[in-house]
């Protein structure tokens, strides 16, 4: 709808412009035929009226055709008539949409049952229209259907969907829309059973019967007083069914009717009521006859359902037998399974308890067995006792005699090994001192620890093996050794004999020159300067003396011992191995005399 | 890690010659260098920068070789091996 106004709206807009353009050429035509009398860019006042738009520079020839007196051209259209046509539009398009929907939904509502529903129910006034569009269609086709109200007092007879029926339709009469003919609507359930003829009196079992029991009606079955007397009277054995009362009745009415509009005479009113009398007695006779089959049927259809209750109670006790058979063996096989168990548990127990039983059997010989052992040994004891106290009595004195042994024994045997040990340490001793004298360092180490294991806890040996120095292990230098280092250490003395106290470069050097100028001295000299000190020590070494060099060596001072102290280190540690050595000799000696 | 043998002592006497007159030598020529080098840039090559560097140089060595002989270490790094 919008989209058709928008529409709309842009083609009159198009319009609008396409009328401005025409207008604005004809114009500028106009000004092309006649020349300018006015100066562009003054326009006259009327100019601004004539033209809607506002003058603007570019547009000056259409103020000077204005100005001009020119016949002007026809002004557009006002905006007022558009907004009247708009809204002429729209509500024209607003009530051609609506009827096209209102008669669209009318028509698929007619058309279709389901669109009707929903039509009728959602629509606004939808409801109303398809009623009148059906109303009008009904009167269309059934133009002389009954608008008219009945009589109330007439009776009439009507003619069933499924045939005659003899049910009077005054009570359940609700007018003509409401049939069959006019709504294809289902009817009312209570209306539709009203209408199935129910099933005769006599079958006692269904209960749809007793509505139709309408007791009130127990008046004579000749319902009304004919107005002729000559008329024929239909007259039915009320007795079999009173609810024919009403049938009679409208018949009676409808003889008097054709009576009274002349339609029919006596004769043909007689004949009628003939027929009627053969139809009536036919339909007794139907009906007896009816109920005589709806009888057997009956009897037959309780005969059926007492054999298929029979049957069924049959199939009950079966199935009752067979699920107490089931049940039953469940119950053996039950039995036997926990009777199984059992048996087996009663096995294992008695397994464990023959077990238990031989082990306590076993551990009860065995006790006996050490019982009888330990008798045995205590007679063994008192047997040996005996003996001891009588025979073996004098086994006492030779024990005595065997102590004494002993005692003297380990005396001589303390003697030996004292004596052995001494001889140990002689040996040790000698090989120590070779060790001395070798010609080339010797390890101390091995002989050490051997003198010192057989020294045992001798004091003396101890702490003489513990004074012999660590160096001193593996080996000392011989004397002959000792005097050639002394040989090569001896001119390193000389070179700084002259170096006083704390001195530099020059008192080296001074040093080095002026004792290359010194007398070198022999034999045992006395002084204490460097030559003479030298020179014994030299002495002493040749001699053998070791000690007595290392003793005239340490005498020097500053650089001098200080260049010798290798050689010092190596001599004392000669000289002190020397004396632990006559030490420990003493010592052997010693031992050779104590035991 | 190297064991280093320990100089005998009638060795240490050289040592320390030996030390010494590295020593010297080596400021000395230090003091050469200087000496030509500041004649070539400042004096237009004359001898006496020369003469003077050298003079500089034995003399630090000698003042550091009569340290070295009382005991001190004045002048030499010790570089442990």
Redesign the interface.
């Known amino acids: 709808m919008l989209r058709i106004m928008s529409a709309r709206v842009t083609a009159q807009q198009q319009r609008l412009v396409a009328s401005r353009l025409l207008h604005s050429s004809v114009a500028r035509s106009n000004v092309t035929n006649v020349p300018p009398t006015s100066v562009p860019g003054t326009p006259s006042p009327t100019a601004p009226m004539e033209n809607p738009t506002p003058a603007t520079p570019s547009t000056p020839n259409l103020s000077s055709s204005a100005s001009s007196g020119t016949p002007p051209s026809p002004p557009p259209p006002p905006p007022k008539p558009k907004t009247r046509n708009r809204f002429r539009n729209f509500l024209l398009s607003v009530s051609v949409f609506g009827a096209i929907v209102y008669g669209g939904g009318v028509w698929f509502a007619l058309w279709n049952d389901n669109f009707h529903d929903f039509y009728t129910e959602y629509v606004p006034f939808g409801e109303q229209i398809v009623m009148i569009i059906e109303e009008r269609e009904f009167q269309r086709r059934f133009p002389n259907a009954g608008r008219k109200p009945l009589e109330d007092d007439s009776p009439r007879v009507t003619v069933h969907r499924g045939g005659a029926t003899w049910k009077m339709v005054g009570d359940e009469y609700k007018g003509p829309s409401t049939g069959p003919h006019v709504s294809a609507v289902a009817k009312d359930k209570t209306e539709t059973k009203k209408d199935v003829p129910p099933p005769p009196a006599p079958v006692p079992a269904p209960p749809v019967a007793v509505p139709v029991q309408e007791p009130k009606k127990q008046e004579p079955l000749v319902i009304r007083e004919t107005v002729l007397p000559k008329l024929p009277k239909f007259v039915f054995d009320g007795t079999i069914d009173p609810s024919l009362e009403g049938v009679v009745k409208s018949i009676n009415g409808l003889f008097i009717a054709l009576t009274r509009s002349g339609a029919a005479g006596p004769e043909e009113l007689g004949a009628l009521a003939a027929s009627l009398g053969e139809v009536s007695n036919k339909f007794v006779t139907l009906r007896a006859k009816y109920e005589t089959e709806l009888r057997e049927n009956l009897d037959q259809q309780a005969l059926v359902f007492a054999l298929q209750n029979e049957k069924r109670e049959q199939d009950y006790k079966q199935q009752l037998v067979a699920v107490d058979e089931k049940w039953r063996e469940g119950y053996f096989e039950e039995r036997r399974r926990i009777m199984d168990t059992y048996k087996k548990r009663l096995i294992a127990e008695l397994k464990k308890f023959n077990q238990v039983y031989s082990g306590r059997v076993r551990n009860e010989v065995a006790a006996a067995n050490a019982e009888k052992d330990k008798l045995f040994a205590d007679k063994v004891v008192q047997t040996v006792e005996n003996e001891r106290n009588s025979r073996l009595s004098k086994l006492k004195d030779l024990k005595a005699a065997f102590e004494e042994v002993m005692a003297l024994s380990a005396d001589v045997d303390k003697q030996l090994e004292t004596a052995e040990r001494t001889a140990e340490l002689q040996l040790a001793l000698g090989s120590l001192t070779s060790a001395l004298q070798a010609p080339y360092p010797v390890p101390l180490a091995p002989i050490v620890a051997r003198i010192k294991e057989v020294g045992g806890d001798d004091p003396l040996i101890a702490a003489a093996v513990a004074a012999v120095p660590v160096a001193a292990y593996d080996g000392v230098l011989p004397p002959a050794q000792l005097a050639a280092r002394f040989k ?2 001896a001119p ?1 003395i000389r ?2 004999s002259l170096v006083p106290a ?7 050097v001074g040093s080095w020159l002026f004792s290359k100028l010194l007398w070198k001295k022999e034999g045992k000299p006395k002084g204490t300067d460097v030559e003479s000190v030298l020179a014994r020590a030299e002495s002493a070494l040749v001699e053998g003396q070791v000690d007595e060099a290392v003793r005239e060596v340490n005498s020097l001072d500053g ?1 001098r011992k ?6 010092l280190a190596e001599g004392r540690k000669r000289t002190e191995v020397e004396f632990l050595a006559r030490v420990l000799g003493e010592e052997g000696k010693v031992w050779q005399y104590k035991y | 890690m190297s064991v280093v043998k320990k100089t005998a002592s009638e060795q240490l006497l050289n040592d320390k010659w030996d030390v010494v007159i590295s020593n010297t030598l080596v400021k000395t020529a230090l003091g050469f260098g200087f000496g030509v080098v500041t004649s070539v840039l400042f004096f237009k090559r004359r001898a006496f920068p020369v003469w003077l560097g050298i003079g500089f140089g034995a003399g630090r060595g000698y003042a550091e070789g009569d340290a070295i002989f009382r005991g001190g270490d004045a002048g030499v790094r010790i570089v442990n091996p």
């Open positions: 090569l250490l390193e070179k700084v704390d001195a530099g470069v020059a008192g080296f650089w200080k260049l010798a102290e290798d050689w």
